[in-house]
């Protein structure tokens, strides 16, 4: 029986001290390596062409060439799985390199178990995916944005609302669905999308590039607006209540997600019930499938993204092998499906 080669790593990161800790991380796993080390983005692009390593995991801010730069050239010209490992201080930056084809972002671990155990169980679930296709499918130029309407005037009402909830890959799928969506849509959007604590802001600021819809990160107690796309805090669990204002509850040691879908959606099923909107898409584990399940039974509309242009058909297939999904879409049909759903309800 032969044993399965470890996952190679190349780090790349301008600070020594940085490099050495996740390399004493890596050394302490069975089934990962270092193969390499990098102090600039050129090296790393040099060093991934001669290396062939499973994984890149690259921070941002470097000299001679900066991390975004060096995805950009890796990702056209020898593709490999990378994941940005960088501080919270470069949240805008750190999504902006998921448009050049980085997978997914986090902040540096720190010596707390649960923080190498996340930074070790990302490398092992990400040095998998196939990136040259799914990065290829999922590139688009984003339109340019129409001016967002004016702050101060009267809401709309609304019947429906659209609950989506996403993980691995999830800001990549969802700057397409949102820079695809009608400006005309009268319903809230409620986004609950797992990330590292201190993200929050830097993903809205990002995504705001790509939405005609404005987008903001929900704060307790605020009433629902159509035409607004409130994302989950991750410090927070995002619900609604019986009088459609937000709810952010207290995330719990015992908690596994950050933010947790299946508390938006069990709330979504109770106070919009048949006149919701679900929709899962890309993402690792089993979050978001019972609560979908819940919104199927209470009479809602439920979606789920396709394997094919999914990053990681995980909480997605979950939610279909409950049987709960109404409909299976890819990620470019997704846009024109929920519009059509919205626009087409009176």
């Keep these: ?42 090296q790393a692009v040099t060093m991934v062409e001669q290396l062939r390593p499973d994984i890149v995991c690259m921070d941002l801010e470097m000299p001679v060439m900066s991390g975004a730069e060096a995805i950009d050239q890796i990702m056209h010209r ?15 930056k750190a999504y902006e390199a998921l448009s050049l084809g980085a997978l997914e972002v986090m902040k540096k671990p720190r010596f707390t178990q649960q923080d190498v155990t996340e930074f070790t169980n990302k490398i092992r679930l990400l040095a998998g995916v ?44 969802l700057s397409y669905l949102l820079a695809h969506l009608d400006t005309n849509l009268q319903v809230p959007i409620l986004i609950c999308q797992h990330m590292s604590d201190g993200f929050v ?50 995330r719990q040691a015992t908690d596994i ?8 959606f069990d709330s979504v099923a109770q106070h919009f019930g048949r006149h919701a ?3 899962i898409m890309t993402g690792m584990g089993r979050d978001g499938a019972s609560g979908m399940q819940k919104i199927k039974d209470s009479g809602g509309i439920t979606l789920a993204q396709d394997e094919a242009s999914s990053v990681i058909f995980g909480m997605n297939h979950e939610a279909i092998s409950l049987g709960c999904v109404d409909k299976i879409i890819g990620l470019d049909k997704l846009p024109h499906q929920l519009n059509q759903l919205v626009l087409g309800a009176k």
């Design 130 to 173: 196939p990136v040259i296709t799914r990065m290829r499918r999922m590139s688009y130029k984003p339109e340019l944005n129409q001016a967002p309407q004016d702050a101060d005037a009267t809401p709309q009402s609304f019947k429906q609302v659209i609950a989506i909830a996403c993980s691995t890959g999830g800001p990549q799928a």
């Design 257 to 264: 997600y950050r933010p947790c879908c299946n508390y938006l």
């Design 201 to 250: 802001d830097g993903m809205a600021q990002w995504l705001s590039g790509f939405s005609s819809l404005p987008i903001k990160v929900a704060t307790h107690g605020e009433r629902l607006e159509a035409q607004q796309v409130y994302l989950s805090p991750s410090e927070q669990h995002m619900t609604v209540d019986a009088s459609h204002r937000i709810k952010l509850l207290e």
């Design 78 to 92: 020898k593709a490999v799985p990378i994941l940005v490992v960088s501080g919270e201080d470069d949240a805008q």
């Design 277 to 279: 909107i679900a929709l």
């Design 1 to 42: 029986m032969h044993n399965k080669p470890p996952i190679r790593v190349l780090l790349v990161d301008d600070s020594q001290i940085s490099r050495e800790f996740l390399r004493d991380i890596i050394e302490a796993t069975d089934d990962i390596c270092v193969v390499g080390e990098a102090h600039n983005g050129q």
